[in-house]
């Protein structure tokens, strides 16, 4: 089975590039007969949805990537290398790396809520077939997408494109104050420009969504390994609430779904806008 899928559009027309690295659904057989939890237990890390959420992408022309498996696989927002001793045979320990210690490396020991995925360890052989089947695959996919908005824009602006758990938010904003619909992660500036996050911002309240920044999400590995502005390759994270399209216990879209995706569809393509204006000059040198 292919690591991703890449819809491109009939015409690309702006730098803006679209991906999803947690909305993979794909479950090895593997996996599930190893886990200790049950189907529904070990989706709840899992983007549910974002990639039919962000169908429209393509519309907009730009690229959508998206990852076929799931985060409790392999997680894509993860350096090749945090390989986690508390889970894989014959990884020693290393300096303290805290999303490795809470069981969140490159190959998850646990998911939401801290709930473990396996009973024992697993293989080193095991977890680098993962990395070398999935991961690898997925990132030289989204850096070839990079390269293409540099070489024929002069500039590449990835979207990073997640959802987070309402519980997640609930004490953003102070208590009793309005919670945010959406957070955006640059990394407190150090993964894109600040105009770009700007116009990002604007798109999203434009359709009537509260925004906050960095707080509680900033961006992980993607934002911080391809956010590079001074080079005009800009990156932000994306955090939706997945209460606005799903019921979370479930992990099934609710009867607002469509509603929200049809609204979404109005920010994308203002998004997909920002990478056009200003690299129309490029195009008649």
């Avoid at 991906?19 to 190893?34: K, N």
């Avoid at 945010?180 to 798109?203: C, T, Y």
């Amino acid at each position: 089975m292919d690591a991703f899928q890449l819809i491109r559009p009939a015409t690309r027309t702006t730098s803006v590039v679209f991906a999803s690295p947690h909305s993979g659904r794909d479950y090895p057989d593997s996996l599930l007969a190893r886990a200790i939890l049950d189907a529904r237990q070990i989706r709840s890390s899992e983007d549910a949805y974002v990639d039919r959420l962000f169908a429209a992408v393509p519309d907009s022309g730009a690229p959508l990537l998206l990852a076929r498996h799931p985060r409790a696989w392999v997680d894509l927002n993860r350096a090749a290398d945090e390989f986690d001793p508390a889970l894989i045979e014959g990884i020693p320990s290393r300096s303290h790396n805290p999303r490795v210690a809470s069981g969140l490396g490159v190959i998850p020991r646990v998911v939401a809520g801290g709930r473990p995925i396996y009973r024992g360890k697993i293989a080193l052989s095991e977890a680098q077939r993962r990395i070398a089947e999935s991961w690898r695959p997925y990132h030289a996919a989204l850096s070839g997408l990079l390269s293409e908005s540099l070489e024929g824009f002069g500039e590449a602006i990835l979207i990073d494109c997640h959802s987070m758990p309402h519980e997640a938010i609930e004490l953003v904003g102070g208590r009793g104050g309005p919670r945010p619909h959406v957070v955006l992660g640059d990394r407190f500036g150090a993964a894109a420009a600040p105009e770009i996050v700007a116009r990002i911002e604007q798109a999203f309240v434009a359709a009537g969504l509260r925004v906050a920044r960095n707080t509680p999400f900033a961006g992980a590995y993607i934002a911080q390994s391809y956010g590079r502005p001074s080079r005009r390759q800009h990156a932000v994270q994306v955090e939706i609430d997945r209460s606005l399209y799903m019921d979370e216990a479930r992990v099934v879209p609710h009867s607002g779904f469509e509603a929200f995706r049809d609204r979404l569809a109005a920010v994308i393509a203002d998004l997909a806008e920002i990478g056009r204006p200003a690299l129309r000059p490029l195009a008649a040198e």
